[in-house]
């Protein structure tokens, strides 16, 4: 058990919808990353997160944004989705510290049909 | 920015044999950290093993070793006695040790498919 916490497991949603993905980080961790991993594709950054405050962004479409809570939980939301976001989304945690590995959630599996 | 290459997309391995995964990659900095992940059919990202660029000895843990090549940027992990639940995507990732104010993510290379057959 890494100790990130996603919710919820699987979505199904329809084109042109919204969702917002939910992370829990490990206890004491104030960095988030978010991932998406498309089928058979390795791992792209979208966006992370550090106390509350945006530190960089990779990938991500206009569609998407994410923020961070006081409780340093951190929403990723989705809209106008289309076909091409079907994904499994997961979420990380570390210290901020280069050496300290990010721990991963289960992942979110996204389907937009 | 940092890239991460892995050029076997599949490879296989008799249960109890040795395999190495093969990983390269390209940056600018001296100070960061490279990292292997597991991603077994569950889809669990899970953390192999760490090697800290600074450190000239090379990572081991248990049945997992890696072997870090600074100078040609290269960082293999190799598996010894290869078993059943060894069978997994294997990814190579870069992290920046962002002293320089960079971001700490992680860069993934595109990772290896390891069959290990009985």
């Known amino acids: 058990d890494s100790g990130v916490t996603q919710t919820p497991k699987h979505l199904i949603t329809a084109t042109g919808q919204r969702v917002t993905l939910r992370c829990s980080p490990r206890?004491?961790?104030?960095?988030v990353y978010w991932y998406q991993q498309s089928l058979d594709q390795g791992l792209q950054f979208l966006i992370q997160y550090y106390n509350g405050e945006e530190r960089a962004k990779g990938n991500i479409l206009e569609r998407f944004s994410a923020q961070q809570f006081p409780d340093l939980h951190s929403e990723l939301n989705l809209s106008s989705l289309e076909l091409g976001d079907s994904a499994l989304y997961f979420c990380?945690?570390?210290?901020?510290?280069?050496?300290?590995?990010?721990?991963f959630g289960n992942g979110t599996r996204l389907t937009v049909t | 920015a940092q890239t991460v290459t892995q050029s076997q997309p599949e490879m296989s391995v008799q249960e109890a044999e040795t395999v190495t995964l093969s990983c390269t990659y390209d940056t600018s900095e001296s100070d960061y950290y490279l990292f292997w992940y597991k991603q077994p059919p569950s889809r669990q990202m899970i953390l192999v093993i760490r090697q800290e660029a600074y450190k000239q000895q090379n990572a081991t843990e248990n049945r997992f070793s890696v072997n870090f090549q600074k100078a040609a940027k290269s960082f293999s992990l190799k598996i010894s006695d290869s078993q059943l639940g060894d069978a997994a995507m294997y990814f190579c990732a870069y992290r920046s040790a962002g002293r320089q104010g960079g971001s700490e993510k992680l860069v993934f290379g595109k990772g290896t498919k390891l069959t290990v057959n009985p």
């Open positions: 206890s004491g961790d104030l960095s």
């Open positions: 990380a945690s570390s210290a901020l510290t280069g050496g300290s590995p990010l721990h």
